[in-house]
């Protein structure tokens, strides 16, 4: 991996990938597509979000290439588009764990 400094226009196009990612409700639906695909109703009945909101959290994923989708008669199937997604959350989870367990062992010499 290199470790030179990314150009600015670089930082600037992870930064929106990361934007788009920031959202709670687009990670759940990233994490209901990581099984396999879904059509929109059933996306609705795993997320619990109404269609509208479901609607607009799909297209923005969809526009930023995480997601893709295809007609299947009157459903639309979504299915995620670059399983590397999954790699950056397990990433983060990991990291998140570590924290957390550093933060127990802190406090247990606490008391």
């Keep these: 991996m290199s470790h030179k400094p990314l150009a600015p226009e670089t930082l ?51 526009a930023g290439g995480f997601v893709m989708r295809r007609r299947d008669g009157l459903f639309v199937i979504y299915e995620v588009a670059d399983h590397s997604v999954f790699t950056l959350c397990d990433l983060m989870c990991g990291q998140l764990k570590r924290h957390a367990t550093a933060q127990v062992k802190q406090l247990r010499m606490v008391r």
Excluded: C, D, W, Y
């Design 12 to 62: 600037r196009v992870v930064a929106q990938r990361f934007k788009i990612l920031s959202e709670p409700a687009r990670l759940e639906v990233l994490n209901m597509l990581r099984k396999g695909p879904l059509n929109v109703s059933e996306l609705i009945e795993a997320t619990g979000l109404n269609q509208a909101n479901l609607s607009k959290h799909l297209q923005i994923l969809h």
